[in-house]
Structure formats: structure tokens, C-alpha cells
């Protein structure tokens, strides 16, 4: 159905109405918010277009390769370099924010916040924020769920796991996601299973799905995943690296504390154990200050209060 008058207030301005564009239709901003969340729980993953401008997407993606080497440096990156479990561990870009904020202002999309708040009420946050670059030849197609789902942590939710929406991943493609490029495969539905393969549940982790869909996208366009979606990677088949940013958003009862370096639940249920981690770098406190206004509530609760310069 389309909407005439939210058409014509649109035109004006992006703050007045949110866009879903299907085709030729536009929803007002309610309508769209109810369409996106459904699409979330029967398919479990949607694309959403024109996250970061055309204009813009090529900067950021700039910034992030050049935050890789320096990401190497941190103290959660170097913890990982050796541990054979960590699957990312080479293309991720640690601590992404404290490096580049250029992706900042993208991370509080008017759509997005629309669907925590519905889902989540107010004070919902950023868990973690990454970079993702996937060289050519990268051939790697792991079949999981992402934190607090993934079984090989050794901070999760222990399947079999309740039926709810408990973290949302978000992948901002930073150039276009193909069957080249290497877009995500993901297994729609696959969110509702109390289980996924990272747990055993007779899926091999290594294999094509028969049910797999490999999700293509123009640079800029985020892709938002219940995060116990069955996804995985893809093998890039281009010359270039496809060049990604991981953002994950929580509600604000999900305990974070098994991710960061120095509390009593990660010598706990990781150090202790000797599991495979899961880290997060504390936001430098100049960094937090820097931030947007709309972007501040999602990282406050990761800000370094200590003795960050
Ligand atoms: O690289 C991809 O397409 C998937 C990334 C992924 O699986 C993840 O960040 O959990």
C-alpha cells in the first residue's frame, strides 16, 4: 500500500519519516518498524539499504582497513592471535570505535533503534563493534550462531535456549556483498531452533545447507541478524577483500561482563576454564566524548573509567 502523505513528508525530511523501499512502496515509520520486526522473526535476517550514504561508504571502508594493523596492538586481539578457536581472528579489527569513528553515526540508524526499543525497551546497548575484512582466497564457511548463542564459547547461554530475541547482529557492508565478494550465508528460520551448530545439534558446520541463502547487498546496506541465526561466511572469489563492520546490539540485562579483561566473570567462566574467549576493549574515554549524541547511550556502559589517557 502506499502512503501518500508519508511519501510527501519524506521527500523533506529524513527525521520525519524512516524508509523501507520495496519496489516502489513506502510505509510511514510505524507501519515499516511492524513490517521490519516481523520479517525478523519468521525469517530471523533483513537487509536494510542506504544505512551509510553512497557518498560516504567508501571513507569508512578506507578507515577500517587502515584500523587493521593497529587493531593487531590491542590487548584482546593479541590474547587471541594464537588460539586456533578464534575463527576471525586475522581479519577482525579489534576495538573498531576506539580506532575510527567514521562508521559512528550509522551505528543509531533510525530504523535500527526502532526495532531495539520495540524489542527491548529503552536502554539498549552496543556489545561490540568490529571490523571484518575477508581477503581473496578466503575460504573459510563455519556454520554458527553468534554470542551468547555459539556453544564454543565459553561465556553462552547453554542450549537448549528459549525461543526470544536476545542480541541482534548488524553487517555493514563496506563494499557490495556478492556471490564473488562472499555475501553471508545465512539459514532463514534457523533462529527459532533452540540449538545451532555450534552445539552438536547434527548440522555439519562445514557444509552447504540445503536450505542456505547467501545474502547480496550494495555497499551501505546493513544486514541485521537475530543473532542464533545459522550463518556463516562465505569464499571470496575476488580479486578485492570484502570489508565488513560488526556491530551487535543487547537490552541491557544481558550480562556483558565475561568479555571484559578484568572482571570477576571472565577469570571465571573464561580464564579459569581456559575456554575459548570472547573480548571486548573498553571505549577510551576521549573517544566516548567524541561520539554522537544518539550514539553515546549504545556505548556508555563500555566507557573506560579507569585510567585511559
Ligand atoms: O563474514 C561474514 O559474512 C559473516 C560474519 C559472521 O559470521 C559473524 O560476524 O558472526
Known amino acids: 500500500m502506499v502512503a501518500p502523505a508519508g511519501l510527501f513528508r519524506g521527500l523533506f525530511s529524513h527525521s520525519l519519516l524512516l524508509f523501507l523501499r520495496t519496489g516502489f512502496r513506502v510505509w510511514n515509520n510505524a507501519d515499516m518498524v511492524e513490517f521490519l520486526l516481523q520479517r525478523l522473526h519468521e525469517d530471523g535476517w533483513l537487509l536494510l539499504e542506504d544505512v551509510i550514504p553512497p557518498d560516504r561508504v567508501d571513507s569508512v571502508c578506507r578507515n577500517v582497513l587502515a584500523a587493521r594493523e593497529q587493531s593487531l596492538e590491542t590487548e584482546e586481539a593479541k590474547l587471541v592471535a594464537g588460539d586456533a578457536r578464534v575463527t576471525t581472528r586475522g581479519g577482525a579489527v579489534v576495538g573498531l570505535i576506539n580506532l575510527d569513528q567514521s562508521i559512528a553515526p550509522y ?82 528460520e534457523s533462529h527459532r531452533s533452540s540449538n545451532n551448530p555450534t552445539g552438536d545439534n547434527g548440522v555439519d558446520r562445514g557444509a552447504p545447507h540445503p536450505a542456505e541463502v547467501q545474502v547480496t547487498g550494495e555497499a551501505g546496506s546493513l544486514l541485521l541478524l537475530d543473532s542464533r541465526i545459522w550463518h556463516s561466511a562465505a569464499p571470496v572469489l575476488s580479486r578485492e577483500a570484502r570489508v565488513a563492520a560488526v556491530v551487535r546490539y543487547a537490552p541491557w540485562w544481558i550480562n556483558l561482563s565475561p568479555l571484559l579483561l578484568g572482571t570477576d566473570d571472565h577469570s571465571r567462566i573464561v580464564a579459569e576454564t581456559n575456554g575459548k574467549p570472547y573480548l571486548v576493549p ?21 566507557v573506560d573509567r579507569g585510567t585511559s589517557t
Open 282 to 302: 573498553l571505549v577510551k574515554r576521549e573517544v566516548f566524548e567524541s561520539l554522537p549524541g544518539t550514539v553515546q547511550p549504545l556505548f556508555r556502559h563500555w
Open 107 to 188: 551505528l543509531a540508524d533510525p530504523r535500527v533503534l526502532a526495532i531495539i526499543e520495540r524489542l527491548w525497551g529503552n536502554y539498549s546497548r552496543i556489545l561490540s563493534l568490529g571490523g571484518l575484512i575477508s581477503d581473496p582466497g578466503h575460504r573459510d564457511r563455519v556454520w554458527h550462531a553468534d554470542w551468547p548463542f555459539n556453544q564454543t564459547n565459553a561465556a553462552h547461554i547453554p542450549a537448549p535456549y528459549p525461543d526470544s530475541v536476545q542480541v541482534l547482529t548488524g553487517i555493514f557492508m563496506l563494499t557490495p556483498f556478492t556471490t564473488e565478494t562472499g555475501g553471508t550465508y545465512v539459514v532463514p
